[in-house]
């Protein structure tokens, strides 16, 4: 019975992979006239990292003069994750954050995929933003006119409760005061929570400005007394409204200073020159192979290579659909020197089982059952084998840093994908050739 199914699944992984990959290497003008190849390919666009599509390269010096030595490392660790949100929510995709140590210096390293303009760039992560919650002349009326609230937001005392008191704040969707739309919710820590209580008992139906950098970003009234350290920010809100509003705050929570030592622009010519040059060495690669397999093992060996071709589209394919069925992947130029290492090992698979094959047949079995055997025999090595690789390809990720990262993860799905294709693959194509 599954030897009857097996065909039908490898024809729909066929189909599947041509689908999500064909709209990649379209010209633009037929993804025009086919919409539903350009809906495909913007659904699944193959993500680049910064050395192939071009990008700024930022290092963060983190200034940690008043931060005592046993804090150190945790105020880094949370400065490398309020720097990567304060990415993510501005939108660029695919970036890198990670932390470093020079001798006593500690440093974070970005990388920013696509963002070409580095002023841009130091404006969005390298600003020491500095977020404090103000209280008005406690002689203010709430009643006074919109021009005296504003003067008196400008005049407002800090209260001592600032960013680093300052968990999250994110956009919700909801009811509340009798609004409903986006809010932004507040999640304040423990010291923050008792902070916040003192002042909202204080405060209540007077507004309590919030300030980023020395600039009033939003006053919003309070309405009662909240203990429990959550608040919510109603107002006539648009998305928008409210998502930048929640950056600001979450860019306020950075707990220490940071400043840029240096600055990269890598342009999108040198970017597109490295995937080209990747792209040449993967299809010269593919080519030596097809044609040393044509040549030792004749038919078997077109087999083989078609069994390969199938590899790579498969492989491809889900690079493209990472963060869709999968962790997103991000294609960098390790990624693909571990993909196109991880060709010469899929082939390798297919010798191991050829030349078992070829013992089988000069000892007098039949083709059937010297292909049946050959597969059987030589699985414990082709296992062992892709076994050592799947282990180092694990340790090289999750000890190695992110260039590493990307190089074992695409040698980790090559694998696996070439131990399919070898021994499903191959082994359905060899059963009909020989029938």
């Given at each position: 019975?599954?030897?009857?199914?097996?065909?039908?699944?490898?024809?729909?992984?066929?189909?599947?992979?041509?689908?999500?990959?064909?709209?990649?290497?379209?010209?633009?003008?037929?993804?025009?006239?086919?919409?539903?190849?350009?809906?495909?390919?913007?659904?699944?666009?193959?993500?680049?990292?910064?050395?192939?599509?071009?990008?700024?390269?930022?290092?963060?010096?983190?200034?940690?003069?008043?931060?005592?030595?046993?804090?150190?490392?945790?105020?880094?660790?949370?400065?490398?994750?309020?720097?990567?949100?304060?990415?993510?929510?501005?939108?660029?995709?695919?970036?890198?954050?990670?932390?470093?140590?020079?001798?006593?210096?500690?440093?974070?390293?970005?990388?920013?995929?696509?963002?070409?303009?580095?002023?841009?760039?130091?404006?969005?992560?390298?600003?020491?933003?500095?977020?404090?919650?103000?209280?008005?002349?406690?002689?203010?009326?709430?009643?006074?006119?919109?021009?005296?609230?504003?003067?008196?937001?400008?005049?407002?005392?800090?209260?001592?409760?600032?960013?680093?008191?300052?968990?999250?704040?994110?956009?919700?969707?909801?009811?509340?005061?009798?609004?409903?739309?986006?809010?932004?919710?507040?999640?304040?820590?423990?010291?923050?929570?008792?902070?916040?209580?003192?002042?909202?008992?204080?405060?209540?139906?007077?507004?309590?400005?919030?300030?980023?950098?020395?600039?009033?970003?939003?006053?919003?009234?309070?309405?009662?007394?909240?203990?429990?350290?959550?608040?919510?920010?109603?107002?006539?809100?648009?998305?928008?409204?409210?998502?930048?509003?929640?950056?600001?705050?979450?860019?306020?929570?950075?707990?220490?200073?940071?400043?840029?030592?240096?600055?990269?622009?890598?342009?999108?010519?040198?970017?597109?020159?490295?995937?080209?040059?990747?792209?040449?060495?993967?299809?010269?690669?593919?080519?030596?192979?097809?044609?040393?397999?044509?040549?030792?093992?004749?038919?078997?060996?077109?087999?083989?290579?078609?069994?390969?071709?199938?590899?790579?589209?498969?492989?491809?394919?889900?690079?493209?659909?990472?963060?869709?069925?999968?962790?997103?992947?991000?294609?960098?130029?390790?990624?693909?020197?571990?993909?196109?290492?991880?060709?010469?090992?899929?082939?390798?698979?297919?010798?191991?089982?050829?030349?078992?094959?070829?013992?089988?047949?000069?000892?007098?079995?039949?083709?059937?059952?010297?292909?049946?055997?050959?597969?059987?025999?030589?699985?414990?090595?082709?296992?062992?084998?892709?076994?050592?690789?799947?282990?180092?390809?694990?340790?090289?990720?999750?000890?190695?840093?992110?260039i590493v990262r990307g190089f074992a993860i695409t040698l980790a799905i090559g694998v696996l994908v070439s131990m399919f294709t070898a021994i499903v693959v191959t082994k359905t194509l060899l059963r009909l050739f020989i029938k």
């Open positions: 019975m599954m030897r009857r199914i097996t065909p039908w699944i490898i024809l729909l992984l066929l189909a599947i992979s041509l689908v999500v990959d064909l709209p990649t290497v379209l010209p633009e003008r037929f993804l025009t006239n086919l919409p539903l190849a350009k809906t495909i390919a913007q659904k699944f666009p193959l993500k680049l990292g910064l050395d192939l599509q071009g990008g700024t390269q930022l290092v963060l010096q983190a200034q940690m003069d008043k931060i005592s030595p046993n804090e150190r490392d945790n105020a880094l660790i949370s400065a490398k994750e309020i720097i990567e949100r304060r990415v993510n929510l501005f939108g660029v995709s695919e970036a890198v954050v990670q932390t470093s140590k020079l001798g006593q210096q500690q440093r974070i390293l970005v990388e920013l995929p696509g963002v070409k303009d580095s002023s841009v760039a130091a404006e969005l992560v390298g600003k020491t933003a500095q977020l404090d919650f103000r209280e008005i002349p406690p002689d203010t009326s709430p009643e006074a006119s919109s021009s005296a609230l504003l003067a008196a937001i400008l005049q407002a005392k800090p209260t001592g409760l600032t960013g680093a008191d300052l968990k999250r704040a994110s956009v919700t969707f909801g009811t509340s005061a009798g609004q409903s739309g986006p809010q932004v919710s507040l999640e304040f820590s423990a010291e923050g929570a008792r902070k916040f209580a003192e002042i909202t008992r204080r405060n209540i139906g007077k507004p309590l400005p919030i300030f980023l950098d020395g600039q009033p970003i939003e006053a919003p009234t309070v309405k009662q007394e909240i203990t429990d350290g959550n608040a919510v920010i109603t107002g006539q809100f648009t998305t928008e409204q409210a998502k930048t509003i929640a950056t600001q705050l979450n860019a306020g929570a950075l707990p220490v200073p940071v400043k840029i030592i240096s600055s990269l622009h890598i342009g999108p010519s040198l970017g597109e020159s490295s995937l080209n040059k990747s792209l040449i060495a993967g299809t010269i690669g593919l080519g030596i192979v097809t044609l040393y397999m044509i040549a030792f093992y004749g038919w078997w060996g077109i087999l083989a290579d078609l069994s390969l071709l199938l590899y790579t589209l498969i492989v491809f394919a889900i690079f493209k659909t990472g963060g869709f069925i999968l962790p997103p992947i991000t294609l960098t130029l390790a990624g693909i020197a571990g993909f196109i290492l991880s060709i010469g090992m899929a082939v390798d698979a297919n010798i191991l089982i050829f030349e078992r094959m070829k013992e089988e047949l000069r000892w007098g079995k039949s083709k059937t059952v010297a292909l049946e055997l050959g597969f059987t025999r030589a699985w414990s090595s082709i296992w062992a084998s892709n076994t050592s690789s799947l282990m180092t390809a694990v340790i090289l990720y999750y000890f190695g840093t992110s």
